[in-house]
């Protein structure tokens, strides 16, 4: 029971955490990719980092709570690399936007070709987050 409520407490915790860009964004490797979310358009409507860079449910919070806790650990050892990369599946995307309603947004660029919804939308160098 203990052991319960101690893996619990660190779930709520670390998800309180986490919800704070400001926290990202403390890292100095992390700090130029908090700066373009900012910039980009991204941080106006998704105000989080974890709110995209985690999966659906229960399972992506404890997913991506793992991940982060590596992520801390190699920072902390110094056996990170640089360029960081992540990755933002399209099915966490959708999460919080309908297909459809994403479908019909999107049918007003013709010769649109659906390749996931981060080749137009991202915060990477020079990008706008509206695509």
């Given at each position: 029971?203990?052991?319960?409520?101690?893996?619990?407490?660190?779930?709520?915790?670390?998800?309180?955490?986490?919800?704070?860009?400001?926290?990202?964004?403390?890292?100095?490797?992390?700090?130029?990719?908090?700066?373009?979310?900012?910039?980009?358009?991204?941080a106006?409507h998704?105000?989080?980092?974890?709110e995209?860079?985690?999966?659906?449910?229960?399972?992506?919070?404890v997913?991506?709570?793992?991940?982060?806790?590596?992520?801390?650990a190699?920072?902390?050892?110094?056996?990170?690399?640089?360029?960081?990369?992540?990755?933002?599946?399209?099915?966490?995307?959708?999460?919080c936007?309908?297909?459809?309603?994403?479908?019909?947004?999107?049918?007003?660029?013709?010769?649109?070709?659906?390749?996931?919804?981060?080749?137009?939308?991202?915060?990477?160098?020079?990008?706008?987050?509206t695509?």
């Amino acid at each position: 029971m203990l052991v319960t409520a101690v893996l619990f407490a660190a779930v709520v915790g670390g998800r309180a955490v986490e919800m704070q860009p400001e926290f990202c964004g403390s890292c100095h490797v992390e700090r130029e990719h908090y700066d373009r979310w900012l910039s980009s358009g991204a941080a106006e409507h998704h105000r989080s980092c974890i709110e995209c860079h985690t999966g659906p449910g229960l399972t992506g919070i404890v997913h991506g709570q793992v991940r982060g806790v590596r992520n801390v650990a190699a920072y902390v050892t110094g056996t990170y690399s640089v360029p960081l990369t992540a990755s933002v599946p399209e099915e966490w995307c959708l999460k919080c936007h309908a297909r459809a309603q994403v479908e019909a947004q999107h049918a007003r660029f013709p010769g649109f070709a659906p390749t996931g919804c981060g080749a137009c939308h991202n915060h990477k160098p020079g990008s706008s987050f509206t695509g």
